[in-house]
């Protein structure tokens, strides 16, 4: 009954592969975002979506692409990986609007790049 | 463009202790506040929520508040205890469209027993 759910938990790869985070919430919130948070622990947005639309894209390479199948999913794609990629990355979600619009945070996935 | 502050960076106090955490940021127009908790090697669990037209929020031994108008947010932590150690997060909610959190780099505490 995990809220915001992410997979993997810990992603170890080489440079230049591609992978793929998995993000899912059960809260039936209209809006999901990926943040990245660096080395000292700084945390950036990177996207949000809003039923299923992107509203937002800060400045990232384009080798990040952001997927939303519906609502309660947002995948992160990753191409040639790099070095500088490795970081944890945040899934969360929330109601764009109203009252009650906390934002719930997945418990993160770690991405180390060798 | 939102910067939000938090000071002090680290903070160690002994068990028992009533403290005060630090929350700036630079725009006044925001949607809300809310005050973040991280351990190490962890996600973040939500503590308080402040909706911009609110003055505080109480949830425990937590009580936070916000001036909007003078850009700051105080998190008090009443009787401290060793279990609270753990990075504190502020984070401002934007007027924009999608209405991302825009963070602060985070209070270290550590509450010595």
């Known amino acids: 009954d995990t809220a915001v759910s992410q997979t993997p938990k810990y992603l170890v790869t080489q440079m230049g592969n591609d992978k793929s985070i998995k993000c899912e919430q059960n809260l039936g919130h209209d809006t999901m975002y990926w943040y990245k948070q660096d080395s000292k622990k700084f945390l950036k947005i990177m996207f949000s979506?809003?039923?299923?639309?992107?509203?937002i894209n800060e400045t990232v390479p384009n080798r990040f692409s952001p997927k939303s199948p519906d609502k309660a999913h947002l995948n992160l794609h990753i191409n040639s990986l790099e070095l500088g990629d490795s970081a944890v990355y945040f899934c969360a979600s929330s109601l764009l609007s109203g009252a009650y619009n906390e934002q719930f945070f997945g418990p993160g996935t770690r991405l180390t790049v060798l | 463009k939102q910067e939000v502050t938090q000071i002090p960076a680290a903070l160690s106090v002994p068990e028992g202790e009533n403290l005060v955490l630090n929350c700036s940021f630079t725009d006044s127009a925001i949607y809300n506040l809310q005050w973040f908790r991280q351990d190490p090697g962890k996600g973040l669990t939500s503590l308080l929520l402040i909706q911009s037209s609110q003055r505080e929020q109480t949830s425990g031994r937590l009580n936070a508040s916000l001036d909007k108008s003078s850009g700051r947010s105080t998190l008090y932590i009443a009787a401290s205890q060793p279990g609270d150690s753990a990075t504190y997060l502020c984070a401002v909610r934007e007027l924009g469209s999608a209405r991302q959190l825009t963070f602060g780099s985070g209070t270290q505490l550590t509450v010595l027993p």
């Open positions: 979506y809003n039923n299923k639309e992107l509203i």
